[in-house]
T-cell receptor, first 114, second 113 residues
């Protein structure tokens, strides 16, 4: 089945540690996205990438980093610089092109900082 | 970058009531507009989309939305809601020339049986 796989589903981290969330897709989509979902704030864009080896910052990129070495993979690192990292993180992908960017979402990863 | 405002944070309706959820965006150029829905315990999924043409678009499960360019709005409507429509609804906007997709804060809809 085609889709997006996010792992781990739940993750606990101590303050001061970096953590990497995995996102893999087998939809052959060129564009991939990371969003943070907090109650009452909707989905806020962290980073997105339209092509391999290129990505753009969203509204809340500070304290996060990404890489796009392969078309199917877009890992997100939550660094110790992120002041409030406890959240639900959603990865998505889409075709690139005008009018074509309907997003397919993964199941999400819930990060809790202890 | 574009931004999206959803006016209602939580809407509570009885079954068979009519629904309208507001969505306004700010962006100076041509946009693509979307409504996504997140049912309890499920992935976000597309409800409907507008790219061009008829500003009144129909989606799944009897939902529709109207793009009013002069008001920068894309409100979601359904004439008669069902208990199964209980979910969170998100409006989203992207410029027509790239994939930068921004979402609103979401509206939680509770339908009482």
């Amino acid at each position: 089945d085609g889709g997006i796989t996010q792992s781990p589903k739940y993750l606990f981290r101590k303050e001061g540690q970096n953590v990497t969330l995995s996102c893999e897709q087998n939809l052959n989509h060129d564009a991939m996205y990371w969003y943070r979902q907090d109650p009452g704030q909707g989905l806020r864009l962290i980073y997105y990438s339209q092509i391999v080896n290129d990505f753009q910052k969203g509204d809340i990129a500070e304290g996060y980093s990404v890489s796009r070495e392969k078309k199917e993979s877009f890992p997100l690192t939550v660094t110790s610089a992120q002041k409030n990292p406890t959240a639900f993180y959603l990865c998505a992908s889409s075709i690139v092109g005008a009018g074509a960017n309907v997003l397919t979402f993964g199941a999400g990863s819930r990060l809790t900082v202890l | 970058a574009q931004s999206v405002s959803q006016h209602n944070h939580h809407v509570i309706l009885s079954e068979a009531a009519s629904l309208e959820l507001g969505c306004n965006y700010s962006y100076g150029g041509t946009v693509n507009l979307f409504w996504y829905v997140q049912y309890p315990g499920q992935h976000l999924q597309l409800l409907l989309k507008y790219f061009s043409g008829d500003p009144l678009v129909k989606g799944i499960k009897g939902f529709e939305a109207e793009f009013i360019k002069s008001k920068f709005s894309f409100n979601l409507r359904k004439p008669s809601v069902q208990w199964s429509d209980t979910a969170e609804y998100f409006c989203a906007v992207s410029p027509d020339n790239n994939n930068d997709m921004r979402f609103g804060a979401g509206t939680r809809l509770t339908v009482k049986p």
